[in-house]
Every structure is written in structure tokens, then in C-alpha cells.
């Protein structure tokens, strides 16, 4: 299965090796703040890491809750054996618009 990235690269998800939930903090927080944790995240994003030693941000949202359901959908997607293209209906979809779909319980 593809899927865009947030910069519109196509990505082949059995291409994928591991994703990771990133916290992204204020350019200007304080490095010891943040490993204190006295400064909560302003995002956080979905990496993917590829064999070949791509990295594609998959998903990027303020909301805590959707990253890591975001995390937990695509995680789903890559535990999968033999993920098809017609999860996608036969297009390649971003990540946020796979998980509105399958939330609606639409097929395509």
C-alpha cells in the first residue's frame, strides 16, 4: 500500500522499517524545561523510517489524542500482511484521510 506523506512523497509502506511519535516543543523552549517536562508540546508528528534511510513525516496535529491514534492506524496498517490497495480504494491517501474514512466505516 502508498500513502503520501505530509510533503506529498509517495511511500511504500512495506518499505517502512519503523515510525515514531515525535513531540515538538517552541524553537525558543528551554532544553532543560523540556527534559524536566515543564513545557508541554506545542505538535507532534509521525515519522517513518525507511530502509533505505528516508524519513517521511507521515502525520503532523496539535491534539495529543490523534497523534497517537494516528500512531496506533498506521501501526495497525504495517502489522497487516498483505495490505492491498483497495483499503485505499485504489488511491493513494494521506494518512488523516484513511483514519476519517475508516472511523465513517466507509470502504473507499
Known amino acids: ?4 506523506s505530509i510533503d506529498d512523497a509517495l511511500i511504500n509502506l512495506s518499505a517502512v522499517e ?3 511519535l515525535m513531540d515538538l ?3 525558543d523552549a ?5 527534559e524536566a517536562g515543564r513545557v508541554e508540546p506545542d505538535a507532534f508528528e509521525i515519522v517513518a523510517y525507511l530502509a533505505s534511510g528516508y524519513e517521511a513525516i507521515l502525520y503532523v496535529g496539535e491534539d495529543a489524542q490523534e497523534a497517537e491514534r ?3 492506524y498506521i501501526a ?3 502489522a497487516t500482511d498483505g495490505v492491498s490497495a483497495t483499503i485505499g480504494g485504489g488511491r493513494v491517501r494521506g494518512l488523516v484521510e484513511l ?3 475508516a472511523s465513517s466505516g466507509s470502504s473507499n
Do not use: F
Request: proline share 8%; charged share 35%.
Open 76 to 78: 495497525g496498517l504495517l
Open 1 to 4: 500500500m502508498w500513502i503520501r
Open 70 to 72: 494516528a500512531q496506533d
Open 99 to 101: 483514519m476519517r474514512r
Open 30 to 34: 528551554d532544553p532543560d524545561a523540556v
Open 18 to 20: 519503523a515510525i515514531r
Open 25 to 27: 516543543y517552541p524553537e
